[in-house]
């Protein structure tokens, strides 16, 4: 027997463009994100700033209307997770949700040659090896298409894919707690064996697959390991400590339409989110209007940028007025303080690469 589907209330006007964060459930792909917050934004204009798989929760950058064309500039924004690993199991998706494909077992730190202190070491060196800008094989069932073909419909119809090694970099890659001794099954049902769960804090570069980082942390430790639970905790500036869960949004939005005026499911404002997300630069009157026509300007203006205290470095510049990161884009505002444009350095002029105001 099927369970019901959760009805998804749909709000009474469209919402404003802009931002939602959103604390995904687990057991809801990103696209069953997508399409309730149709519904709760009551526009078919919503896109995401990143997957998370359906085992995963946590935060989900979602743009409603015209804020899913700043998209394109947040999906590269570093992230950080809280992970589980599960020492001891190989799994075919790297996961939980996969079956086990090798089940060597894992015995408590403290049996290890030397002990505890001696497990931890070991640990650790492992961890420094995978920390820093690295050469890490995507997970065979990742997203990544081959041919066309999504490399995990590939696996799943029993191909066997290897995915070539991408660059990615690791900021930081720690033990967030002790290690939790227990017993699982071994993959065939007919036995236990000893596996050691693992929560790991990581840092990382847009691209990492962390299944991937727990199945190379137990190639090293010499013991299989798998991913056993993710969390994403943050996308560039924003933390999922400020999202907003889709119960909470369907109150929301339900509370919403009774009132005599309803304003739409409430998002963060395009202004918002361009002064967290990227360097500053405060235009004229004279220079935002010629934006807002599609105009460049004279490069000397994006030397006038500056950074906000929310501007993560890897979003901006490495000195205010020289945007060569993150798409080298700088946020221009009107002097009325809502955004105009993004803007980038192209042949000597500051032109705007993505008009948010228009005329």
């Not at 419909?153 to 033990?175: C, F, N, Q, W, Y």
């Not at 980082?213 to 390991?225: E, H, K, N, Q, V």
């Amino acid at each position: 027997m099927s369970s019901a589907r959760p009805s998804t209330p749909r709000g009474a006007v469209a919402a404003r463009d802009g931002i939602v964060l959103i604390d995904k459930p687990a057991g809801l792909t990103s696209h069953d994100v997508v399409a309730r917050t149709r519904r709760l934004a009551a526009t078919r204009k919503v896109g995401h700033a990143g997957t998370l798989d359906p085992m995963a929760t946590g935060l989900l950058v979602l743009g409603i209307g015209r804020a899913t064309r700043l998209l394109t500039y947040l999906v590269g924004a570093d992230k950080t997770y809280e992970a589980t690993v599960r020492l001891g199991q190989d799994t075919l998706t790297e996961d939980a949700e996969g079956e086990v494909t090798a089940s060597l077992g894992c015995s408590a730190p403290a049996s290890w040659p030397g002990g505890q202190a001696a497990f931890n070491r070991r640990l650790d060196d492992a961890l420094r090896a995978l920390t820093g800008p690295i050469m890490q094989v995507p997970s065979a069932v990742s997203a990544i298409k081959i041919d066309g073909v999504r490399s995990y419909k590939r696996v799943r119809g029993g191909e066997d894919v290897a995915l070539p090694a991408r660059s990615v970099t690791i900021h930081s890659l720690i033990r967030a707690g002790a290690p939790v001794v227990t017993r699982a099954a071994d993959g065939a049902g007919a036995v236990d064996v000893d596996v050691v769960d693992l929560p790991l804090h990581v840092s990382c570069s847009s691209g990492t697959y962390v299944r991937a980082l727990a199945r190379d942390l137990g190639a090293r430790l010499g013991t299989g390991a798998h991913l056993t639970a993710l969390r994403r905790t943050s996308v560039g500036p924003f933390e999922v400590s400020r999202a907003r869960g889709l119960d909470d949004l369907a109150v929301e939005v339900t509370e919403d339409a009774a009132r005599p005026e309803p304003a739409g499911l409430a998002t963060l404002s395009l202004s918002s989110v361009a002064r967290r997300c990227f360097p500053v630069v405060e235009l004229d009157a004279a220079e935002s209007v010629a934006i807002r026509h599609g105009q460049a300007l004279p490069a000397e203006v994006l030397e006038r940028a500056v950074r906000t205290a929310d501007v993560p470095q890897a979003a901006g510049t490495q000195d205010a007025g020289a945007a060569d990161d993150h798409h080298g884009v700088t946020a221009g505002f009107a002097p009325n303080g809502d955004v105009v444009a993004l803007l980038a350095r192209k042949g000597g002029r500051a032109h705007p690469v993505l008009v948010l105001s228009p005329a």
